[in-house]
């Protein structure tokens, strides 16, 4: 089934430690984007990728990074998780050239830092 | 910068029509969206307008959009137990270079 696949779906992770939250589209769209999700905060953008080899930052980009080595994949690391980055985070990806930039999202990964 | 805001709870009762209101700040976005977002899933799109259209409609979901009062809102017909969802209102401009900005969603909940 074409989509994204986010993994870990759940991870508990001790203050100070690092961790990458992965996602791979198989629809072969050109941008790419992370989002997390607070409640009443709503998605807020972290980084995005308009194409493979290319990276900028969102609303809150302090404290994580990515890469996009391929069109495929966009993984999300935390150098050093501290406790405010305990969140949902979603993946999502699109590909429109013009019109409508609908966003296709994997189904989420929740971080929690202790 | 650019902005969206919506109620954070909503409740209709079964059958009852449902309307989710939504205001944005950026004038010159191109695209309205509302995303669905059911529990613990991702969100998935239901709908969007062009902002030269002052309205959509597809099955039970209208969507009206006030372009001069920048205030966009989706209405759910005849609303079931299974549109219980939180609903996303989003703003953006055309292409996938431009950044969509999403509000807080509103969380629908059905009483019998």
């Known amino acids: 089934i074409a989509g994204i696949t986010q993994a870990p779906t759940s991870q508990i992770l001790a203050a100070g430690r690092r961790m990458t939250l992965r996602c791979t589209q198989d629809?072969?769209?050109?941008?790419m984007y992370w989002y997390r999700q607070d409640l009443g905060l709503g998605l807020r953008l972290i980084h995005y990728?308009?194409?493979?080899?290319?990276?900028g930052k969102g609303e809150v980009p302090d404290g994580y990074s990515v890469s996009r080595a391929n069109t495929d994949d966009f993984p999300l690391t935390l150098a050093s998780a501290v406790p405010s980055q305990t969140s949902v985070y979603f993946c999502?990806?699109?590909?429109?050239?013009?019109?409508?930039?609908?966003?296709?999202f994997g189904a989420g990964s929740r971080l929690t830092v202790l | 910068g650019e902005d969206v805001e919506q109620s954070l709870f909503l409740s209709v009762r079964e059958g009852d029509s449902s309307v989710i209101n939504c205001t944005y700040t950026?004038?010159?976005?191109?695209?309205l969206y509302w995303y669905k977002q059911e529990p613990g899933a991702g969100l998935q799109l239901l709908t969007y307008?062009?902002?030269?259209?002052d309205m959509k409609q597809d099955q039970r979901l209208t969507v009206l959009l006030n372009k001069k009062d920048k205030h966009l809102s989706l209405r759910i017909a005849d609303t079931q137990t299974g549109d219980s969802a939180i609903y996303f209102c989003?703003?953006?401009?055309?292409?996938?270079?431009?950044?969509?900005?999403f509000g807080s969603g509103t969380r629908l909940s059905i009483r019998p």
């Open positions: 307008i062009f902002s030269n259209m």
């Open positions: 989003a703003e953006g401009g055309s292409s996938s270079a431009s950044k969509i900005i």
């Open positions: 990728s308009n194409t493979a080899g290319t990276t």
């Open positions: 999502a990806s699109s590909d429109s050239a013009s019109g409508a930039n609908v966003l296709t």
């Open positions: 950026d004038s010159s976005s191109t695209y």
């Open positions: 629809m072969r769209h050109n941008a």
